[in-house]
């Protein structure tokens, strides 16, 4: 599906929202509401709430945090107006006792009083100041999600959670990953700066024709693999934790907020 099927995608996070809401949207958002903060999900019940919090304050590169519900809540005053966290995202990964139990585009009818959303920067939100730079986005270019690899990256462990890092990739070839590295820099609350580029096998990476999660895409032989630290990675972490009970956004698919990209990026 075009990601422009409905008013405004480019430029109106509301409208984007709405199209999830009414299941006119069923793709990625990369590329949507351009100059709008994108976040990465992660729903939980109020008891294991605290320890994935510490577990996101030790872990800032993958879990940038931007904003906690309190428990029950479907809105999100800190993000958006007009919001309903169960179904503003057009698709959402359901966790039971640490195995992925389906993919869904509404969660209203799982939803909880006890529920807790923690929502995390997505490196989606820098993609638009990399456009902006005349840098290509290879997998909005192609028309895809972008590619994402579990790494061999510990974390560190904290509240009960813990693993290993999940990165995002882009290519580039070395000039322009020289100045993609610069422009990201100034959005950590929304990944920052690469954690890795170049040789994947030393981050644990076998294949980057066959990710993890996403689409693959293609790469010039002039071009090297940017890897940046990606927000799935709590989607393993509660996986390898076992949790009875949990949400997530589907990878690639991400609620978007009403807070301009100036707002999370550094002068």
Not at 27 to 46: M, R, S
Not at 47 to 57: T, V
Not at 179 to 208: C, E, K, M, N, S
Request: aromatic share 6%.
């Amino acid at each position: 599906m075009s990601h422009n099927t409905f008013p405004h995608a480019d430029h109106d996070p509301r409208a984007v929202r709405l199209a999830a809401r009414d299941g006119t949207l069923v793709g990625p958002t990369a590329g949507l509401a351009k100059g709008f903060v994108q976040v990465n999900l992660v729903i939980l019940p109020e008891a294991q709430a605290n320890g994935f919090l510490r577990f996101c304050q030790s872990n800032p590169k993958p879990c940038p945090l931007l904003a906690v519900s309190e428990p029950g809540e479907r809105g999100c005053a800190a993000l958006a107006d007009d919001l309903d966290i169960a179904r503003d995202v057009p698709a959402y990964c359901l966790y039971r006792d640490g195995r992925l139990d389906r993919t869904v585009h509404d969660v209203s009818d799982v939803w909880r009083d006890d529920l807790v959303t923690f929502a995390l920067g997505c490196s989606f939100t820098f993609e638009h100041a990399l456009i902006q730079d005349g840098l290509p986005v290879r997998h909005i270019d192609e028309g895809r999600n972008v590619p994402m690899y579990r790494t061999s990256v510990p974390l560190v462990p904290a509240g009960g959670f813990g693993g290993h890092l999940v990165v995002s990739m882009r290519p580039y070839r070395a000039s322009d990953a020289i100045r993609a590295i610069q422009i990201t820099t100034r959005f950590p609350q929304t990944h920052g700066a690469p954690v890795h580029l170049g040789d994947p096998a030393l981050i644990g990476i076998t294949d980057l024709h066959s990710p993890d999660y996403g689409d693959a895409v293609s790469m010039g032989d002039d071009e090297l693999p940017v890897f940046w630290a990606c927000g799935v990675t709590p989607q393993q972490v509660l996986m390898d934790a076992g949790i009875e009970f949990a949400i997530t956004h589907s990878p690639g698919h991400m609620l978007i907020t009403d807070i301009p990209d100036s707002r999370v990026a550094l002068l």
